[in-house]
C-alpha cells in the first residue's frame, strides 16, 4: 500500500502565484524527501527534510514536516511556467535498509 | 557521468512473452531498485538491491525477476509478460543503502514504456 498521500491531486495556479502540496503518510519515517517528474521523464530529487527537522529552504521550495501529525508541506514561491510539473513525497522508514515509498502525487500546472 | 541508464525505451510485448529490462549506473551507487508507475498509483516498490548478489522484495514483486551480479547492473525479468504489466518502468539508485544514511536521494532513469497485448 502507498506511504504517501498528496493532496490536492491535481492543481492549476497562474504564473507568480504560489503552489502549496502537502503529503500525509502512515508510519514513523527517517526521512521525508519531494521529488519533481517532468511529463515523461524520470524523477528529479528537489530536497530531503530529515525526521528532526520542522521546516528546510532550497531556492523557490520551503519543507514543512510535523511528524505528530505525519503530515509535509512543499511550498514553491513565485511559480514559472517550467515548474509545471507531477511532484512526489517519498519516505525513507527507519531500520535495516532503505526502502523508499512514494505517494501518489499532485499534478501542478503553472498558467503563463 | 551518465547516471542511471534504462534500456529499452519502449516495447511491446505479446502475453506469455519475455524480455528484461535494463539498468545501468555509473556512479559506483550501493542501492538499485525497480518502480513501476501507474495512472492514479503512483510508483511502487518491485524489487530492491542493496549490493552485488543482495537483493529483496519490494510492495509488487509477483512476475518480476531481478538479480545484481555487479554494482553497475540490475536487469528486471518479466519471464511470462501479462497485460497487467503494462506500466513505466523506472530503475533507480542511491550512494548508500543504509537507512541510518540521511543524504542518499535516488537517481532515476528515464524509465521503460512497456506494453502487453
Known amino acids: 500500500s502507498q506511504q504517501g498521500e498528496e493532496d490536492p491531486q491535481a492543481l492549476s495556479i497562474q504564473e507568480g502565484e504560489n503552489a502549496t502540496m502537502n503529503c500525509s503518510y502512515k508510519?514513523?519515517?527517517?526521512?521525508l524527501q519531494w521529488y519533481r517528474q517532468n511529463s515523461g521523464r524520470g524523477l528529479v530529487h528537489l530536497i530531503l527534510?530529515?525526521?528532526?527537522?520542522r521546516e528546510k529552504h532550497s531556492g523557490r521550495l520551503r519543507v514543512t514536516l510535523d511528524t505528530s501529525k505525519k503530515s509535509s508541506s512543499l511550498l514553491i514561491t513565485a511559480s514559472r511556467a517550467a515548474d509545471t510539473a507531477s511532484y512526489f513525497c517519498?519516505?525513507?522508514?527507519?531500520?535495516?535498509?532503505?526502502?523508499?515509498?512514494f505517494g501518489t502525487g499532485t499534478k501542478l500546472q503553472v498558467i503563463p | 557521468n551518465a547516471g542511471v541508464t534504462q534500456t529499452p525505451k519502449f516495447q511491446v510485448l505479446k502475453t506469455g512473452q519475455s524480455m528484461t529490462l535494463q539498468c545501468a549506473q555509473d556512479?559506483?551507487?550501493?542501492?538499485m531498485s525497480w518502480y513501476r508507475q501507474d495512472p492514479g498509483m503512483g510508483l511502487r516498490l518491485i524489487h530492491y538491491?542493496?549490493?552485488?548478489?543482495?537483493?529483496d522484495q519490494g510492495e509488487v514483486p509477483n512476475g518480476y525477476n531481478v538479480s545484481r551480479s555487479t554494482t553497475e547492473d540490475f536487469p528486471l525479468r518479466l519471464l511470462s509478460a501479462a497485460p497487467s504489466q503494462t506500466s513505466v518502468y523506472f530503475c533507480?539508485?542511491?550512494?548508500?543503502?543504509?537507512?541510518?544514511?540521511?543524504?542518499?536521494?535516488?537517481?532515476f532513469g528515464n524509465g521503460t514504456r512497456l506494453t502487453v497485448t
Open positions: 533507480a539508485s542511491s550512494y548508500s543503502a543504509r537507512s541510518s544514511s540521511y543524504n542518499s536521494p535516488l537517481h
Open positions: 508510519t514513523s519515517i527517517n526521512n
Open positions: 527534510i530529515r525526521s528532526n527537522e
Open positions: 517519498a519516505t525513507l522508514s527507519w531500520g535495516g535498509y532503505q526502502k523508499v515509498t
Open positions: 556512479m559506483n551507487h550501493e542501492y
Open positions: 538491491s542493496v549490493g552485488a548478489g543482495i537483493t
